[in-house]
C-alpha cells in the first residue's frame, strides 16, 4: 500500500488536524505513516507500536535515527500501563479489523489517552463485503459505517 501515494496523502489529510503532543500509532507496519507524523510541526514524540517483526525491522531501518520515535514491539492488547493517561492522540489505520480481541485493544487505547485526548480509527467497511481478500489479509471483521 506504500505505492498508493494518493491514497495514502487523502488518509494522511484526514488525520492530520486531530494529532498533537505525543502520540501513539498502533500498528505502524512499515512507517509509511510514521514518517509522515514525524513532520507535522505540533506533535512531539511518536510511539510506533508494532508487532510484525519483519515490519519492525523496516521500521528502524527507515526511522530509528529519528530522536522524537520510540518503536515498541508490542501487542495493543498487552500494552504497558506505563502509557496509561500517556498520550495527547491515538491514531491507527487498517489495524483493528486485524486484531481478535478488539475490544481489549479499544480499552486500552482509551485507557492510554490523556483526558481530552483523541483517538483516530480509520477502518475497512461494510461487513456484507467481507471475502477472500479480508481472509487473506488475516481480517477478522469489517465495520459499519456511522
Not at 512499515?30 to 508494532?50: H, M, P, Q
Not at 508490542?74 to 479489523?97: G, H, M, P, R, T
Request: aromatic share 14%.
Amino acid at each position: 500500500m506504500e505505492e498508493a501515494k494518493n491514497y495514502n496523502c487523502w488518509i494522511s489529510s484526514l488525520c492530520k488536524e486531530y494529532l498533537f503532543g505525543t502520540i501513539l500509532e498502533v500498528g505502524s507496519g512499515i512507517g509509511t505513516f510514521t514518517k509522515e507524523w514525524l513532520e507535522i510541526d505540533n506533535i512531539d514524540y511518536v510511539v510506533a507500536l508494532e508487532i510484525g517483526g519483519n515490519c519492525i525491522s523496516e521500521l528502524e531501518y527507515r526511522l530509528s535515527h529519528r530522536n522524537n520515535l520510540s518503536i515498541v514491539n508490542q501487542d495493543v492488547c498487552a500494552l504497558n500501563d506505563k502509557y496509561y493517561n500517556y498520550f495527547d492522540a491515538v491514531v491507527s489505520i487498517n489495524v483493528l479489523e486485524h486484531i481478535e480481541e478488539e475490544e481489549k485493544a479499544l480499552q486500552n487505547i482509551y485507557l492510554s489517552l490523556k483526558k481530552n485526548g483523541y483517538f483516530v480509527l480509520y477502518l475497512p467497511a461494510f461487513q456484507s463485503i467481507f471475502g477472500r481478500t479480508d481472509q487473506e489479509l488475516s481480517h477478522f471483521r469489517r465495520y459499519k459505517v456511522i
